[in-house]
């Protein structure tokens, strides 16, 4: 304890009574010279009572107090100099062999690649502040942050890579823990996920919420941490401290209490307003620079880490303009976390039959084919009022915002939803169809559960939605034609590679560039088959060519009076979709007026320019002769 609490102790002097500091100083000049016994023991406040240590405030804070000085000067519990891993050596030696990202003793986390970075899980009972802390680590607010007592906002695990100082490490948001969920339940399933994590993981940061002390749920969390990770490496955070720093020493009552768990001295922080970060960065570095050695020593040595690094950066660089960024959207319940699953290959998000299972957006990565993918999978899209709020409504916000940020939308229906109502698509999803094209992103639409129409009394269903959904579809959204439609298993693992092969082949046409003489070619061809009603009312189309990709913008640049209408650009649409196979993504058409030429030439006006007057040839000579 004594190592973490001083400091901020000694930063906010003013809410601790100058006696303290008084005790502090002398037994800080007592350990310079003799360290001292150990005055203040752990077992003493395991062994009393909660109300006993309330009511002796006044003299266990005096020892509280020396307890820290020990610390303060450097003196551990068993008298003995603590040995850091920042140290240097017994000889006095400074090796100062450094290479790329490694140093002696030492590790620079800037220049380590993602994929070689130590994993760190935050774990607690809920609503203890965790997603507010993953927040915070990567300067972001992705998680969803809401206070619910009675609820779990998070249930699947979320993964982001976090900032901390010049610490860069992989941090994994995971669902409150309660060791009394029934079997079978959503709890126990998010329990056996975060087990599953915790042993993939260098580090786990047990959080408590300080303001309501030490809870009942915390011990059976703390049981059910030695139980199922034994092994693993764990600091005790204490959350929602920001309040405690007053004059009646209430923090360092909490940190002597959290000590119940068992699991070494507890840092106080507080996530939503960044106290305690430094102390809390002092707690977890040695635990993961000593990690990075090891695994620079298991990949051959400093020389071969450097080697594996530039060809990691090398390879990030080129993938970084590649990455296809896929957003799986729907209605709740369609299988969207199933088929996420299922293109992973992977219990990667929490799947059941309950409806509305996902709140947060979670986004994963993988590889396919050698290109890089990054898939979002997002809560499901209902239509809410502005009266509603709680997590549900921050669920929508946020995958509104992930449909933005995507290059290819892939709109997930359900066979067996439509076989009963009878039509393809409900007003939910025309919106999220809607959207995503008015945002200009690729659309692919994926009918999922097609393992239940495909018995004998459902044929005939099955025969009539392979016909009459793309139909539909088309007459919807009339703005986009030639949308994909795939038809699907997801929970069977049928149509895997067919929906990824037509995600890439949408991704491709959605960058399509052609060269604008190519395109002038065709723009003759195409005008001179339309068909004018009057070839004076026909509008002078100069030259044509594309400005944007992704998704295709074009320019027609008109001179004259006459301009495109509406009729002509979606005849030059259409055409374009079919004579250069863009179907199912939007296309742009702007148009701009060439301006008129002067008399002088120019295409602009000539009022102002000066010009060199005419030579006047001179008669002087011919005068002379004369």
């Given at each position: 304890m004594s190592r973490l609490w001083v400091p901020l102790l000694s930063q906010r002097r003013r809410f601790i009574p100058n006696r303290v500091f008084h005790i502090v100083e002398s037994s800080r000049r007592i350990c310079s010279s003799t360290p001292s016994p150990n005055l203040l023991s752990d077992s003493v406040f395991l062994e009393s009572g909660w109300n006993t240590r309330i009511s002796n405030a006044r003299l266990l804070l005096p020892l509280a107090a020396v307890h820290i000085a020990r610390g303060y000067c450097g003196v551990p519990e068993n008298g003995l100099p603590e040995k850091r891993l920042n140290d240097s050596a017994s000889d006095g030696k400074v090796v100062a062999n450094k290479v790329q990202g490694v140093q002696r003793n030492s590790v620079d986390f800037k220049k380590i690649p993602i994929n070689m970075l130590p994993t760190v899980v935050l774990?607690?009972?809920?609503?203890?502040?965790?997603s507010a802390l993953f927040n915070r680590f990567i300067k972001r607010r992705e998680a969803l942050v809401y206070n619910t007592p009675d609820d779990h906002v998070t249930r699947d695990i979320r993964e982001g890579v976090a900032k901390l100082g010049d610490l860069r490490f992989v941090v994994l948001d995971s669902s409150g823990l309660e060791t009394t969920a029934s079997s079978g339940s959503i709890l126990e399933r998010t329990a056996k996920m975060t087990e599953n994590v915790l042993l993939k993981s260098q580090l786990a940061i047990f959080l408590i919420d300080a303001r309501a002390g030490l809870h009942p749920f915390d011990l059976e969390v703390g049981k059910w941490l030695r139980r199922h990770a034994p092994n693993i490496n764990l600091v005790v955070a204490m959350n929602k401290s920001e309040s405690l720093f007053d004059n009646s020493c209430t923090l360092l009552a909490a940190g002597l209490e959290a000590q119940r768990l068992g699991f070494g001295d507890p840092v106080p922080i507080s996530a939503e307003t960044g106290l305690g970060m430094q102390e809390l960065y002092g707690a977890i570095k040695p635990v993961l620079e000593k990690y990075m050695l090891k695994v620079i020593s298991d990949n051959g040595g400093r020389d071969r880490f450097h080697q594996v690094t530039n060809s990691n950066e090398d390879d990030d660089?080129?993938?970084?303009?590649?990455?296809l960024q896929l957003a799986i959207v729907g209605r709740p319940n369609v299988g969207k976390s199933t088929l996420l699953n299922t293109l992973l290959q992977s219990d990667r998000v929490l799947v059941g039959p309950e409806a509305g299972l996902t709140r947060d957006s979670i986004r994963a990565e993988f590889e396919f084919e050698g290109r890089t993918i990054y898939l979002v999978d997002t809560a499901g899209w209902l239509h809410r009022t502005k009266e509603e709020k709680g997590p549900g409504s921050l669920s929508v916000m946020q995958s509104t915002k992930n449909l933005m940020r995507a290059h290819v939308v892939a709109l997930v229906l359900d066979a067996e939803e439509i076989a009963r109502e009878r039509r393809s698509m409900k007003h939910s999803e025309v919106v999220?169809?809607?959207?995503?094209?008015?945002?200009?992103?690729a659309l692919v639409v994926i009918v999922n559960k097609m393992d239940l129409m495909r018995g004998k009394k459902n044929f005939a269903s099955y025969e009539k939605i392979?016909?009459?959904?793309?139909e539909e579809i088309q007459t919807v959204i009339p703005q986009v034609t030639g949308i994909p439609v795939i038809f699907i298993s997801a929970?069977?693992?049928?149509?895997?590679l067919e929906v990824m092969h037509q995600v890439i082949e949408t991704y491709e046409k959605w960058c399509t560039r052609l060269s604008t003489a190519r395109l002038n070619r065709w723009l003759r061809k195409v005008m001179s088959r339309h068909s004018w009603k009057d070839q004076s009312a026909q509008p002078k189309v100069k030259y044509f060519t594309q400005v944007k990709a992704r998704p295709p913008t074009f320019v027609a640049f008109v001179s004259g009076k006459i301009r495109l209408s509406d009729?002509?650009?979606?005849?030059?649409t259409k055409s374009l979709k079919e004579d250069f196979n863009l179907g199912g993504i939007p296309i742009r058409i702007m148009q701009r007026v060439?301006?008129?030429?002067?008399?002088?030439?120019?295409?602009?006006?000539?009022?102002?320019?000066?010009?060199t007057p005419e030579r006047i040839r001179s008669n002087k000579r011919s005068l002379i002769v004369e």
């Open positions: 774990v607690g009972r809920p609503n203890v502040g965790k660089t080129l993938d970084s303009k590649t990455k999220i169809a809607r959207r995503a094209v008015e945002e200009g992103r392979l016909e009459a959904v793309p929970l069977e693992g049928r149509g895997r009729t002509d650009i979606r005849f030059l060439v301006p008129k030429k002067t008399v002088d030439g120019g295409g602009k006006s000539n009022k102002h320019v000066v010009r």
